[in-house]
């Protein structure tokens, strides 16, 4: 499909999300990950901000992963994919990235996303992902976001938030690719173009493999 078959509605859907704020697409996030269904929304949204704000903070990481493009991206709901096995490997999908490309010239969202932009918060995405899972940058967030699930004198244990590091993800690569707003926008537009041919596709679109 091409982006300009967009009808009525889906127009109409994506000018609700524009409309939206960065930080209430990580709220969504959130809400559509396990284990918080039943969080106070008041907490999902300061876990957002914070992770938010964690994200567009950390210092660029350089991308150590092979690259590799792919097509099928569309069917799969996927913008790219991690995969550490059996060389880490980050995947990018063709028809994906031009859908993407389509979208934000027809939606004039052009200078929010300049062109090679998507492709480089991709990658961006993945890199500082692996920072985000393994050394001190893992527990720099979780004591940022102040899940607390345990105190025992001076002793503090922090709870993991799923899905904030994935909006930590997106916002480092907004900023360190210098997006005016959040991939997570370009996202949900994505998954609204595409439903009509591929299905909802309303999950992240970084998918990851072990």
């Not at 994906?96 to 979208?103: F, G, P, R, S, V």
């Amino acid at each position: 499909m091409t982006a300009a078959l967009l009808d009525r509605a889906a127009r109409a859907a994506i000018a609700e999300l524009e409309a939206a704020d960065d930080v209430e697409f990580g709220v969504r996030l959130l809400r559509n990950t396990p284990t918080h269904e039943r969080r106070d929304p008041a907490l999902l949204r300061h876990w957002a901000a914070t992770a938010d704000a964690f994200g567009a903070g950390l210092e660029p990481v350089a991308a150590t992963a092979r690259i590799v493009e792919s097509d099928g991206g569309l069917a799969k709901g996927l913008l790219a994919r991690y995969t550490s096995r059996p060389v880490p490997t980050v995947e990018l999908f063709t028809d994906t990235l031009a859908l993407a490309d389509e979208l934000i010239d027809l939606l004039g969202w052009r200078h929010w996303y300049p062109a090679g932009s998507v492709r480089a918060a991709a990658i961006a995405h993945e890199a500082v992902h692996e920072r985000l899972h393994h050394g001190p940058r893992k527990k720099d967030l979780k004591r940022a976001l102040d899940h607390v699930v345990l105190r025992a004198g001076r002793h503090t244990l922090y709870g993991h938030v799923a899905g904030a590091d994935e909006i930590a993800a997106h916002a480092h690569a907004r900023t360190v690719c210098g997006l005016g707003r959040s991939p997570l926008l370009l996202t949900a537009a994505l998954a609204t173009a595409a439903e009509p041919q591929h299905g909802s596709a309303h999950g992240s679109p970084h998918g990851r493999e072990k």
